[in-house]
C-alpha cells in the first residue's frame, strides 16, 4: 500500500478538516504513516490566522523540496487550508515553490481525490481554491483522532469581520448545516462508541438551518442521543451568546460545565477598534450569568496584546477583566498583522518590545488563575475522559474533566476512552495529577 502523513496547522476546524483528507485517502487504498519523509502523499493543512504558523509552514514546506525530487513520480506533496485561499500566498507558491504538485482550499476539499488522482495521470500540477462557495462542503467518512470522542462541524466560514482576521476571507460566508445532518451524524457517532462530541464552528451560536432553527435547540436535540455522554462546543462569539444557551448550561445534562469565550480584549474601546459588536460591560453581564447558571462553569479565552493603539490603560483594563472573571487558562496571542485585513492598515502599530512585556505581565496574571481554580480541584473525586498515554509520562494516562481540565493519571492498566473516576494529587498551573479512585 502507498503511505501518507498529514501534517497540520492551526485550530480544531483544520484538524477536522484533516480527519475528512485522511478518511479520503484511506478510502482511496493509502495508508497511514508517521513519518512524513516515507510517505508516498504528504499534505500540509495550513493555518493563517497567525504570523508564526505561515513561517512554520514555508520552512517546514522547503524542506519537502529535496526528498520529492529524488522521485518526483513516486513522492507528492500537496498544500490546502487556509493559506492557499489567499491571493498573496498562491503567487507565492507559484514563485517560490512551484514544484508543488496539489494545491486546494478549504472550501475545496471534496475535490481532493480528483486533483490526486488527475495529478498521478497526468503528472501536471493541480489547483483548485474557490473565494466563496455557497455550498456547504461535502463530508466524507473521516479518520478520526479518537474512537472515543469526535468533531462535528455544524458551520462554516464567518461573517463578523474582525478588523484583525484574515479568516471571513479564507473560509468564506457563513453557512450552517441542517439540524437533522447534524443529528444524524452524532447518532451514527454514538452507534459507533463515540461517547463526546465537540461541536466546531467558527461561531456556533449563530448557527441556524434552513427551518429556522438555532443552536440551542440543537444542543437540547443532541442532549437526547442515547450513547452521547459529553457535549462540548467552540467557538462561541459573545454578541451571540443568548440567555436561552446559558440556560442550556442548567438543563441540559450532558453539556460540559466548561465554555470559551473569546474576549480579544478587556477594553470597550479596543473591542470597538476590533469590530467585535460587544463591549466590556456586555460580556461581564453574560460571565455573571453563565456564573449563575452553573456555579461550577469553567470559562476559558483568547486575548489579543498589543491591538493598534492599545493604550497602557487599556492594557490595564485587559488585566482587570482577567481578575474579575478568573480564567480557568487562556490562549494569549500578540497582535501580528495579517495582511488583507483592515487593522493591517492601522498606522498606529505597537512596538514589538511594548507588546512582549504586555503579554508577559498578562501571562502572569493568566497563570495565577489557572492555578487558583486547579488548586480547588485538591483531594476531590472527578470524572475524566481518558484520550491516551501522558506524554510525559509513559506510566500514566491523560483525559480531560467535564470542565476541559487536562488530568495525568496513574494507572496499572490501559484506560483509554474510558470515562474513571480519579482522586486528585497534585495540582499545577496547567495540568493536575491523580490516581484512579
Not at 154 to 177: D, L, Q, W
Not at 258 to 272: A, C, D, F, M, N
Request: aromatic share 8%; charged share 30%; net charge negative.
Amino acid at each position: 500500500m502507498k503511505k501518507y502523513h498529514i501534517i497540520t496547522f492551526g485550530c480544531q476546524m483544520n484538524e477536522h478538516d484533516s480527519e475528512n483528507i485522511a478518511g479520503m485517502l484511506e478510502g482511496m487504498g493509502y495508508e497511514f504513516v508517521a513519518d512524513p519523509y516515507e510517505a508516498d502523499v504528504v499534505v500540509m493543512n495550513t493555518c493563517s490566522v497567525r504570523e508564526h504558523a505561515d513561517k512554520r509552514f514555508y520552512g517546514m514546506l522547503g524542506q519537502f523540496k529535496k526528498r520529492r525530487d529524488e522521485n518526483k513520480d513516486s513522492r507528492i506533496v500537496c498544500v490546502c487550508g487556509c493559506m492557499p485561499q489567499q491571493p498573496r500566498v498562491q503567487e507565492e507558491i507559484k514563485k517560490s515553490f512551484g514544484w508543488v504538485d496539489v494545491v486546494f482550499g478549504t472550501q475545496t476539499i471534496g475535490d481532493f481525490p480528483r486533483l490526486l488522482n488527475s495529478r498521478i495521470a497526468t503528472g501536471k500540477k493541480q489547483f483548485s481554491v474557490t473565494a466563496n462557495s455557497p455550498v456547504i462542503p461535502d463530508e466524507k467518512e473521516p479518520k478520526r483522532v479518537y474512537e472515543h470522542k469526535a468533531l462535528v462541524n455544524i458551520t462554516y466560514g464567518c461573517n463578523n469581520f474582525c478588523t484583525y482576521c484574515i479568516v471571513p476571507y479564507t473560509r468564506g460566508r457563513e453557512k450552517s448545516r441542517s439540524l437533522a445532518d447534524v443529528v444524524d451524524e452524532v447518532k451514527k457517532l454514538a452507534s459507533d462508541g463515540v461517547l463526546e462530541v465537540m461541536l466546531l464552528g467558527q461561531n456556533v451560536n449563530s448557527f441556524k438551518d434552513g427551518e429556522g432553527n438555532d443552536f440551542p435547540t440543537l444542543v437540547r436535540y443532541i442532549n437526547e442521543v442515547e450513547g452521547i455522554e459529553r457535549i462540548r462546543f467552540m467557538t462561541s462569539n459573545p454578541k451571540d451568546l443568548s440567555d436561552d444557551l446559558i440556560d442550556c448550561f442548567r438543563t441540559c445534562n450532558k453539556l460540559c460545565k466548561h465554555i470559551h469565550l473569546p474576549v480579544q480584549s478587556g477594553s470597550s474601546t479596543v473591542l470597538k477598534r476590533m469590530n467585535r459588536r460587544y463591549d466590556r460591560d456586555r460580556y461581564i453581564e453574560i460571565i455573571d450569568k453563565l456564573k449563575a447558571a452553573c456555579p461550577d462553569i469553567a470559562i476559558t479565552t483568547d486575548i489579543i496584546v498589543g491591538f493598534p493603539g492599545e493604550t497602557e490603560d487599556e492594557f490595564a483594563e485587559t488585566l482587570s477583566l482577567v481578575e474579575y472573571v478568573g480564567y480557568d487558562s487562556a490562549f494569549t496571542f500578540i497582535y501580528s498583522p495579517r495582511e488583507g485585513t483592515p487593522a493591517a492598515g492601522y498606522t498606529d502599530q505597537i512596538p514589538y518590545d511594548v507588546k512582549h512585556e504586555r503579554f508577559e505581565r498578562l501571562n502572569g496574571v493568566v497563570n495565577e488563575c489557572s492555578l487558583r481554580n486547579n488548586s480547588m480541584l485538591a483531594d476531590q473525586t472527578v470524572r475524566v475522559l481518558v484520550d491516551g498515554a501522558s506524554r510525559k509520562d509513559e506510566n500514566a494516562y491523560s483525559g480531560r474533566t467535564d470542565g476541559f481540565k487536562l488530568v495525568n493519571i496513574s494507572s496499572g492498566r490501559d484506560i483509554t476512552g474510558q470515562l474513571v473516576d480519579v482522586r486528585i494529587t497534585d495540582c499545577k498551573t496547567f495540568s493536575i495529577d491523580g490516581i484512579l479512585a
